[in-house]
Antibody
């Protein structure tokens, strides 16, 4: 069974940093693109970032470009999101999501349960 | 960047009704469009990909159509378990933008 388990969320002050992790199992991790999608309280889904199977291609929403970094360790079957210079508007549930194929330009077919990030003083 | 606009933002229909949700892209995206369902308090779930392909395990009352800029998600006979917010997403290139969502309720 494909499973994605996020961790690393929590309360952080504005301007602070946080690193999210997503442990994947049940599929050949290196063969699939991975994504981060977030959802602010009471709001819709917002795509944050994607990376190809190798990690060589990375893509970001304008709202996080220059502050967030997506990476993956294919030897550990783990996806990361390093979040710096956090703002109140980054408060959201962050979902790890598996792409359908190796490249990022495919739909998402599996979602994790999410981890909550709260940016507040 | 390509914008994705869903309409309506919410709707209320009776059990058994046919429900149609539309998603419009500001530029052509061929058939690089997916639909997701998010039930209250739950994780999103893939319903349709490539505009009209039904994801395995999804009931056949769900269908998708369209290409280019205009897409529709249809529920042929609304069921109580279909109460949810539905999102379209384009994935032809970054940014992989979601539509604003359509909240479906039972009348």
């Amino acid at each position: 069974e494909v499973q994605l388990v996020e961790s690393g969320g929590g309360l952080v002050q504005p301007g602070g940093s946080l690193r999210l992790s997503c442990a994947a199992s049940g599929f050949t991790f290196r063969s699939y693109a991975m994504n981060w999608v977030r959802q602010a309280p009471g709001k819709g889904l917002e795509w944050v970032s994607s990376t190809s199977g190798s990690g060589g291609g990375t893509f970001y929403a304008d709202s996080v470009k220059g502050r967030f970094t997506i990476s993956r360790d294919n030897s550990k079957n783990t996806l990361y999101l390093q979040m710096n210079s956090l703002r109140a508007e980054d408060t959201a549930i962050y979902y790890c999501a598996k792409g359908y194929d190796y490249n990022y330009y495919y739909h998402i077919d599996v979602w994790g349960k999410g981890t909550t990030v709260t940016v507040s003083s | 960047d390509i914008q994705m606009t869903q309409s309506p933002s919410s709707l209320s229909a009776s059990v058994g009704d046919r429900v149609t949700i539309t998603c419009r892209a500001s530029q052509g995206i061929s058939n690089y469009l997916a639909w997701y369902q998010q039930r209250p308090g739950k994780v999103p779930r893939l319903l349709i990909y490539a505009a009209s392909s039904l994801q395995s395990g999804v009931p056949s009352r769900f269908s998708g159509s369209g290409s280019g800029t205009d897409f529709t998600l249809t529920i042929s006979s609304l069921q109580p378990e279909d109460v949810a917010t539905y999102y379209c997403q384009k994935y032809n290139s970054a940014p992989l933008t979601f539509g604003g969502g359509t909240k479906v309720e039972i009348k």
